[in-house]
């Protein structure tokens, strides 16, 4: 649409999106979803997501908590599949209890 997300300033209750699987580009996406939202959700392969010290530190920084993973198959995303893992992650500022790890997968047969 011609709009940077980047550029929303406003707080929010809930983000969710599928941002940018590269290092930098995530990182400024994620960091920002983290300021201005309570809550925020990503589609995003595992390791992204929390792969590195300092996107564990992003979140913290803002307060949020990995409140749950859930597995999700590339297929149910409508992606060719990968060897990677793929989940819905989701933050929640405030959150101080465990990570709940949840498996999703409706589709039989292996991970896709």
């Known amino acids: 649409m011609g709009r940077?997300?980047?550029d929303f300033r406003?707080?929010?209750?809930?983000?969710?999106?599928n941002p940018p699987w590269s290092a930098v580009a995530y990182r400024r996406v994620a960091s920002h979803c983290f300021e201005i939202a309570e809550s925020v959700?990503?589609?995003?392969r595992l390791d992204v997501a929390v792969g590195?010290?300092?996107r564990l530190a992003d979140a913290a920084r803002h307060g949020q908590g990995l409140r749950q993973l859930?597995?999700?198959?590339?297929a149910q995303a409508g992606?060719?599949?990968?060897?990677t893992t793929l989940v819905v992650a989701?933050?929640?500022r405030g959150w101080r209890g465990p990570t709940t790890w949840l498996d999703r997968i409706v589709t039989?047969?292996?991970l896709g």
Do not use: H, K, M, N
């Open 90 to 92: 989701q933050w929640e």
């Open 10 to 17: 406003q707080p929010v209750d809930w983000v969710i999106t």
């Open 70 to 74: 859930i597995l999700c198959s590339w």
């Open 4 to 6: 940077d997300c980047l």
């Open 79 to 83: 992606f060719a599949p990968r060897g």
């Open 108 to 110: 039989p047969g292996p």
């Open 41 to 44: 959700v990503f589609l995003v």
């Open 52 to 54: 590195t010290y300092a």
